[in-house]
C-alpha cells in the first residue's frame, strides 16, 4: 500500500532553516508529482509547494516562494523541502502527498494519498 512517511520537523526561531523529507513506499515514485502542503491550527489545508514526476517543474505558493526549495531523488523515492528564513507564520503542520497526475497543481483534489504530517514549529 502507499506510504509516505515525514521526518525533519521541530522548532526553530525565527530566521532559521529545516529541511523536510517524506520517504515514499508502495508505488512507482517517478510516475507521479508530488507536493507540500501545510495545516495550521483553525485553518484550511494550504499549499506550499508541488514538483512534477521527473522534477524539472515546480511550483510554489506565493508566501514561500524564494524562501523553500522542493526537489526529488526519485532513485530514492524522497521528497524534500528546504525551508530557508523560516517565520511564525510559516508554523504548521507539513503533509507530504502525492498526485495522480504527472504534472503538479496546487489544489489538494489533485492528490490521493497523504503522510500523517510533522509539525514545524517557529519561534523564538
Known amino acids: 500500500q502507499v506510504q509516505l512517511v515525514e521526518s525533519g520537523g521541530g522548532l526553530v526561531h525565527p530566521g532559521g532553516s529545516l529541511r523536510l523529507s517524506c520517504e515514499a513506499s508502495?508505488?512507482?515514485?517517478?510516475?507521479?508529482?508530488m507536493a507540500w502542503f501545510r495545516q495550521a491550527p483553525g485553518k484550511d489545508r494550504q499549499f506550499v509547494a508541488g514538483?512534477?514526476?521527473?522534477?524539472?517543474?515546480?511550483i510554489y505558493a506565493d508566501s514561500v516562494r524564494g524562501r523553500f526549495t522542493i526537489s526529488r531523488d526519485n532513485a530514492e523515492n524522497t521528497l524534500d523541502l528546504q525551508m530557508n528564513s523560516l517565520k511564525a507564520e510559516d508554523t504548521a503542520v507539513y503533509l507530504c502527498?502525492?498526485?495522480?497526475?504527472?504534472?503538479?497543481?496546487?489544489?489538494?483534489?489533485?492528490?490521493?494519498?497523504w503522510g500523517q504530517g510533522i509539525q514545524v514549529t517557529v519561534s523564538s
Open positions: 502527498a502525492k498526485s495522480y497526475a504527472r504534472e503538479t497543481y496546487s489544489r489538494p483534489g489533485y492528490y490521493n494519498y
Open positions: 508502495g508505488f512507482i515514485f517517478g510516475n507521479y508529482a
Open positions: 514538483v512534477n514526476w521527473s522534477g524539472g517543474g515546480t
